[in-house]
């Protein structure tokens, strides 16, 4: 099954509409184009809507945010809703700000958002934990982790992606464990942004939101692990991994894959 929605996104080309992190944009569109999908970067208000009408999936990132960016964001959000694409939010740096927990709220609460993407310390804040986050890097959040997802889930009727040594998907139904993935992720700016682009592309062909995530992280994952396997460091695993998103065949993802999956 993840190999086959992979082969659906080769060959329907979704088109991904990002709205995202200045800091990673080129590297979110590039990963998008490796999977086989179409990226498309539309920030302006003037158009997020418009082209939130034409594209298969809306990638929504909070890294870079500002007033303006946000209001483009519930333009594009409500077309997406409208239209009946899936809408993708990369929390990013939820829980370090107050700036950033509002907006991320408020897009919550305006627009309907069909997975949400953050690192621990992120979707334990958006589940109303008492956490700070460190910059955009992830902090403890004593407690469980799967419960708090699957709350999250429950509370917003969305599938639900908490990325670290373990991912974990759930829509509060099914749970997803998936532990593919290699450490220099950790090591270079803008992996976590690059997934949520592989997510947006997953979710633009299959209905089922948390499966599409998990399928995704599965493959990126798989990807990792093989660029990994002859980089010299950060710099050269990078490029590895756009190359290794782009090989990837079956007997790959069949042999590597290393997902877990159980009820909630």
């Not at 080129?26 to 208000?45: F, K, N, S």
């Not at 990132?61 to 409208?82: H, Q, S, V, Y």
């Not at 599938?159 to 509060?172: F, H, L, P, S």
């Amino acid at each position: 099954m993840i190999y086959e929605i992979l082969t659906r996104v080769r060959a329907g080309k979704p088109l991904v509409h990002h709205i995202t992190n200045w800091v990673t944009i080129y590297d979110c569109a590039q990963i998008t184009r490796m999977t086989g999908a179409l990226p498309v970067m539309a920030h302006a208000r003037e158009e997020s809507a418009e082209m939130a009408g034409i594209a298969s999936a809306l990638v929504l990132n909070i890294g870079t945010l500002t007033p303006p960016l946000i209001e483009a964001m519930i333009r594009a959000g409500k077309k997406a809703n409208e239209k009946k694409i899936p809408v993708v939010l990369d929390a990013v740096g939820v829980g370090a700000t107050k700036l950033r927990d509002e907006k991320a709220f408020e897009l919550l609460e305006t627009i309907t958002i069909d997975i949400i993407k953050g690192n621990s310390s992120e979707i334990a804040r958006l589940a109303g934990e008492d956490v700070t986050t460190k910059g955009v890097e992830s902090t403890a959040i004593g407690v469980d982790p799967v419960r708090t997802c699957i709350r999250l889930a429950d509370k917003y009727s969305t599938a639900v992606v908490m990325t670290g040594r373990e991912d974990i998907v759930t829509d509060g139904v099914t749970v997803y464990i998936v532990r593919n993935g290699h450490e220099l992720l950790g090591k270079v700016v803008g992996t976590g942004c690059m997934a949520a682009s592989v997510i947006g592309a997953f979710a633009g062909v299959e209905t089922d939101y948390a499966r599409a995530a998990a399928s995704a992280l599965v493959c990126f994952g798989i990807a990792a692990e093989l660029a990994a396997e002859y980089a010299r460091g950060p710099g050269s695993f990078k490029v590895n991994l756009f190359d290794e998103v782009y090989a990837l065949d079956k007997v790959k993802v069949n042999r590597m894959a290393r997902i877990e999956e159980r009820k909630a």
